[in-house]
């Protein structure tokens, strides 16, 4: 079955550092790939997503880059802020119609941003 | 705000209750998902539908049932409520099922169960 598998956190960091989530992924079809992000007390938010192998996924500085060959999509940010501190999740959707598009989740990591 | 509403926002119940979650999609989603996500389980799917039929089912109790009703809004009941179903329960929602540009998920704001 699918699967993602991401680095543990928490991952603590100063302003302005920079930001690597590593993300790995095992689908049996072809997968469209996200990062969502939960805020404290929130629900999902998604931050990025590619759909196809090189796509390159960003949004509010932060960018994924969809590897086939490395089944990966880690996410990257040159410069964090206070503001960025949350839990970051990456995610898989299997196109297989008869399955629908769930998606499958990594277990999360949380980023702790200190100014 | 993504237009997923869900409610109620808390619920504090007992072991051997049910409870029922209501979720409305995004206007003109077809497609709703639940997912449960706990502390040890992480985030999980439970269940999708498609304009009223159900279309997936995953790591879903048999003590839970949802369903998905003519205006699109999307009910998930628990029922024989035991401890470890305390989690935060999402609604998420999407345009259609199929197709790179349609499977984005949008999702709600989430129900906090919390079974004593």
């Known amino acids: 079955g699918n699967s993602v598998t991401q680095m543990e956190g928490p991952v603590t960091l100063s302003e302005e550092a920079f930001l690597t989530i590593n993300c790995t992924y095992t689908?049996?079809?072809?997968?469209?790939l996200f990062w969502y992000v939960q805020y404290p007390g929130e629900g999902l938010q998604l931050l990025l997503k590619?759909?196809?192998?090189?796509d390159k996924g960003s949004n509010k500085g932060f960018e994924a880059t969809y590897r086939k060959e490395t089944t990966s999509f880690h996410l990257e940010k040159g410069s964090v802020q206070v503001s960025d501190s949350a839990v970051y999740f990456c995610?898989?959707?299997?196109?297989?119609?008869?399955?629908?598009?769930?998606?499958?989740f990594g277990g999360g990591t949380r980023v702790l941003v200190k100014p | 705000d993504s237009g997923v509403t869900q409610t109620p926002k808390h619920l504090i119940t007992a072991t051997g209750q049910r409870v029922t979650l209501r979720c409305s999609p995004r206007?003109?989603?077809?497609?709703v998902y639940w997912y449960q996500q706990s502390l040890d389980q992480g985030l999980q799917f439970l269940i999708q539908?498609?304009?009223?039929?159900?279309?997936a089912k995953g790591n879903i109790l048999e003590r839970f049932s949802a369903q998905q009703f003519p205006d699109l809004h999307s009910e998930l009941n628990l029922s024989s409520l035991e401890l470890g179903d305390s989690a935060l329960y999402f609604c998420?929602?999407?345009?259609?099922?199929?197709?790179?540009?349609?499977?984005?998920?949008?999702f709600g704001p989430g129900t906090r169960l919390t079974v004593l």
């Open positions: 998420a929602s999407s345009a259609s099922i199929g197709g790179r540009s349609q499977n984005e998920q949008f």
């Open positions: 689908a049996t079809g072809y997968p469209s």
């Open positions: 590619a759909t196809k192998a090189d």
């Open positions: 539908y498609y304009n009223g039929e159900e279309r």
């Open positions: 206007s003109g989603d077809l497609s």
């Open positions: 995610a898989l959707s299997d196109l297989m119609k008869a399955a629908g598009n769930k998606l499958t």
